[in-house]
């Protein structure tokens, strides 16, 4: 079975929630083939979840004063700050490949082992925590979640690199500390870039 890699340079936020959504739509209707995605922001960007409101998550005078964008993606959960550091990660296949049926603690195990094996071959003591978390020295430093399109799913992670410089004063964009903001404070040691081999080799052999 072939994979896809796409490693883009840093894009918008606009650009990049549209990928998310033309990849799992094309997937979906069987046009495209399994894709791994390493995706950046540039410039920094708040992400709101699919279901949350933008002007009870976000604190919208802040974002503007420091050039932050702000936009929603097709997952749900809470707002996330991604900095031009962070590296977002995503998996574009087929239901079938992991064997999807209905979304559980073992399926979600299944699909960040694939960030867990290649963080660990770098030799970064990471580990999955239940329900959908990555955690290393017992703090997270990979949120996941996903969203499905006829016969595909998307899931996707975050990985922390060097923290934001908008913890210095205190203040977040968002409106509440999530898993991706304050309480991660001082995990800095992610590298920049995950090797792909590492995480490919990992997805094949899941």
């Not at 046009?31 to 949350?52: E, Y």
């Not at 998550?57 to 991604?82: K, P």
């Not at 020295?137 to 996941?144: E, F, H, L, V």
């Not at 001082?186 to 052999?205: D, K, N």
């Amino acid at each position: 079975m072939q994979w896809r890699l796409l490693d883009l340079p840093p894009l918008t936020a606009a650009e990049n929630m549209a990928l998310d959504e033309v990849l799992l739509e094309i997937r979906g209707s069987g046009r495209s083939q399994d894709t791994l995605r390493f995706l950046q922001f540039k410039p920094a960007t708040v992400l709101v979840g699919f279901h949350q409101s933008i002007q009870e998550e976000i604190r919208l005078s802040y974002c503007r004063e420091q050039g932050i964008d702000i936009n929603r993606r097709i997952t749900g959960g809470g707002g996330l700050l991604f900095d031009e550091s962070q590296i977002g990660w995503e998996l574009i296949c087929d239901k079938a490949f992991f064997g999807v049926g209905i979304p559980n603690a073992n399926l979600f195990r299944r699909l960040c082992e694939p960030t867990v094996t290649a963080l660990r071959g770098m030799g970064i003591d990471a580990a999955f925590r239940p329900r959908n978390d990555i955690e290393v020295a017992g703090r997270k430093i990979s949120g996941t979640g996903g969203t499905d399109c006829d016969a595909a799913f998307l899931f996707q992670g975050t990985l922390l690199g060097n923290f934001f410089q908008h913890l210095n004063d205190g203040r977040l964009p968002t409106r509440y500390r999530s898993p991706t903001g304050a309480r991660c404070g001082g995990v800095q040691f992610v590298p920049r870039c995950v090797p792909c081999f590492c995480f490919l080799e990992a997805i094949i052999s899941t």
